[in-house]
């Protein structure tokens, strides 16, 4: 990838997008890349470098989770929605949390000593400070990727096969999820782009416009199998019926999806990821912060969402602290917003 | 100001001065300027757009602090090193953090009801489950600014002036302090120019040239009168001598001063920013990352002082980790790193 071998480079194209101002000034600015495709693949809008291959991150749990529905894994063990859901979150290792995923393990006949993820504290600063106010410490349930890790560990068990070392790139479960990226996105995943994730599973890199067509896709169930096309839908079901389990109270994911409801799917990742469908519009949505601020990709996703989300606007109005969120100082007086720039103004 | 109607193209000559890889690949990237300058005002090095004002936030503490040690106000009130310190500090809001505002306030007659900082959860990690697993909750003495605010009162004390209203840009104390950092600058702190800062005073953009300028004279003393000279050189004796008072433990100020000695004073800010001052090589350093990434003007600012710092190889050994810090996952293993490149490479 001579490419990567000059990123400065390649970055250098990529628009500025989001604006941070304080009083008259803008104080700090991310610079960025998206996408907004159909499932059929055809690009209804890009802005920077969207062929550039980046690391989706969490974005893409749901991804990784079709393979657990779709195999009908999740039905023999008997998974609820929430559950499911979990499978698909980025949680803020809250109370419920913790207990759903303890609950999905159980159902395989296992507990939180399968979990390959590492212990962390909370997500979650209210969360965090729960456990600590209890006296506890953190185990590998609180990790924000215990219910994904979980969901692993009911695949695998499903599959008749030994879960230990599922987050090695060559475990038939990662191999199985490597395949479902693959088809959903329309991306090679290679090893020549392959990180390792802070969970410690494999990180592919792939096109901002692949990431895009594959959240249509999963949007919309379009070019899907019937097998696969009924997962994807009860994925969307499942996210949408428990928003709280997929992200937490107050944080972004769940306060878009709590207040947009089965119209859009969003999933944020680390490093200034998004991804987002939109399944009345058919359209799916990918954006990179080329910093890695959560706080550029959220002002980008959101003010996308505004623009192809047939919205209301009554609703409209009700995402417009999403798309320019306000800067209070700590005695809560305005000092500043985000807004979206250039090929999002 | 005219170039701020179009901060896109002002930032657009930029340079790309901080890599975040993971695996073979870069994840994110980081734009950033910055300037190494004497107290003479010459220019060693600059970066980017050098002349751009920016708000230096939390990183100029030690210029606010001045005007609390040249005008004697410190010394009448019996104010330690420690306590001078915490006046150049933005702290992790630990006991001995809380403890040391608590007197600076006493040794004026006020408590906790005189700052107007807010409150918030400490800083610092450990510090904030410590105070959640004690059972309460933040006051405006757990603000990483306390310190600065107990200063600000402390001077408007010795001033003989109500410090009621101690935040507003037209109180006695904040006039004191805006001709503290033009004195120390060279710049004009303009109306134009000034957002309201987080814990409630007036921020004035500076450019980093002048900003560096004033840690250069900070540093040296160099061109200042004798009394300033003296206020300066005390200002780094004490923080030189209580740099987990200035930040906290494992955080970057702290553990680069507890590194490298009076050999560097440090400063960080929000939103990026960083300032430093080399007294044995006579410079100031200031860089600022576009999109106000704090991991960014940390590697920086290292990259800087490796290069300026006249370090032996033992020390320039020891500060590897701060130039181009590991990455790793929630089980420690490594998975990526960042790194100066561009004109910091």
Redesign the interface.
């Known amino acids: 990838?001579a490419h990567?071998a000059v990123?400065?480079e390649r970055?250098m194209a990529n628009?500025?997008v989001v604006?941070?101002t304080?009083?008259?000034?803008?104080?700090?600015?991310?610079?960025g890349a998206g996408a907004v495709v159909d499932a059929d693949g055809r690009v209804v809008m890009t802005f920077g470098d969207s062929e550039r291959?980046?690391?989706p991150r969490s974005a893409i749990k749901a991804l990784q989770a079709l393979p657990l529905v779709e195999s009908g894994a999740a039905d023999r063990l008997g998974l609820s929605d929430k559950e499911i859901a979990l499978a698909c979150a980025s949680h803020s290792g809250g109370e419920d949390h913790v207990a759903t995923a303890r609950a999905m393990l159980a159902k395989a006949g296992y507990d939180e000593e399968a979990l390959?993820?590492?212990?962390?504290?909370p997500l979650g600063?209210d969360e965090?400070?729960?456990l600590?106010?209890s006296?506890r410490t953190p185990t590998a349930l609180h990790?924000n990727c215990s219910g994904k890790h979980a969901g692993f560990v009911c695949l695998s068990c499903a599959m008749g096969v030994n879960p230990k070392g599922y987050v090695a790139p060559d475990h038939p479960v990662q191999r199985e999820i490597t395949a479902s990226i693959e088809a959903m996105t329309g991306a090679r995943l290679s090893e020549?782009?392959?990180?390792?994730?802070?969970?410690?599973i494999p990180?592919y890199?792939v096109p901002l416009v692949a990431l895009a067509r594959g959240f249509a896709c999963l949007g919309t169930g379009h070019g899907l199998s019937p097998e696969r096309g009924k997962a994807v839908a009860r994925i969307r079901a499942a996210v949408a019926a428990h928003p709280v389990t997929v992200a937490g109270r107050g944080r972004f994911d769940t306060e878009m999806m709590s207040l947009l409801g089965a119209r859009v799917f969003i999933k944020s990742g680390a490093?200034?990821v998004a991804c987002a469908a939109l399944p009345e519009a058919g359209l799916g949505l990918a954006v990179k912060?080329?910093?890695?601020?959560g706080r550029?990709a959220q002002v980008m996703i959101a003010a996308l969402i505004r623009r192809f989300g047939d919205l209301d606007e009554q609703t409209e109005a009700r995402l417009a602290p999403f798309v320019s969120p306000r800067l209070s100082?700590?005695?809560?007086?305005g000092?500043?917003l985000l807004r979206p720039?250039?090929p999002l103004a």
């Open positions: 990838m990567f990123p400065g970055l628009p500025v604006e941070v304080r009083g008259a000034l803008v104080e700090s600015a991310h610079r291959p980046v690391y390959e993820c590492g212990a962390h504290w600063e965090a400070r729960a600590a106010r006296g990790n020549a782009m392959r990180g390792v994730d802070g969970c410690a990180a890199a490093e200034g912060a080329d910093d890695g601020a550029a100082n700590w005695n809560r007086a000092v500043g720039t250039g």
